[in-house]
């Protein structure tokens, strides 16, 4: 293996996804080019309804993806009760 096929190889399949949205059944010359690209198909009424979809899709992951309101909050509790705890060690029995 050459000293660069490795990279390469990596690269490559790192490589992001190829998608193919159709409303209908593809043509001879759309399949050859979808299978040779090793595409993912979606199917879709029209191009307003998939991109309608996506973007409610990309907004929920973006939404869900926030840290929760109160976690701040709790991480600030947390790391008070532990520097009270750590200060002031209670004798073992």
């Given at each position: 293996?050459?000293?660069?096929?490795?990279?390469?190889?990596?690269?490559?399949?790192?490589?992001?996804?190829?998608?193919?949205?159709?409303?209908?059944?593809?043509?001879?010359?759309?399949?050859?080019?979808?299978?040779?690209?090793?595409a993912?198909e979606?199917?879709?009424?029209s191009?307003?309804?998939?991109?309608?979809?996506?973007?409610?899709?990309?907004?929920?992951?973006?939404?869900?993806?926030?840290?929760?309101?109160?976690?701040?909050k709790?991480?600030?509790?947390?790391?008070?009760?532990?520097?009270?705890?750590?200060?002031?060690?209670?004798?073992?029995?």
């Amino acid at each position: 293996m050459g000293q660069g096929a490795l990279p390469r190889r990596l690269a490559m399949s790192e490589s992001p996804a190829t998608y193919w949205a159709r409303r209908a059944h593809l043509n001879d010359q759309s399949r050859a080019l979808v299978l040779h690209r090793q595409a993912i198909e979606l199917e879709t009424d029209s191009a307003d309804a998939f991109f309608a979809t996506l973007e409610t899709k990309l907004d929920a992951i973006e939404r869900y993806s926030e840290p929760h309101p109160a976690s701040a909050k709790l991480a600030a509790i947390d790391f008070e009760w532990r520097g009270r705890r750590d200060s002031n060690p209670r004798p073992l029995p």
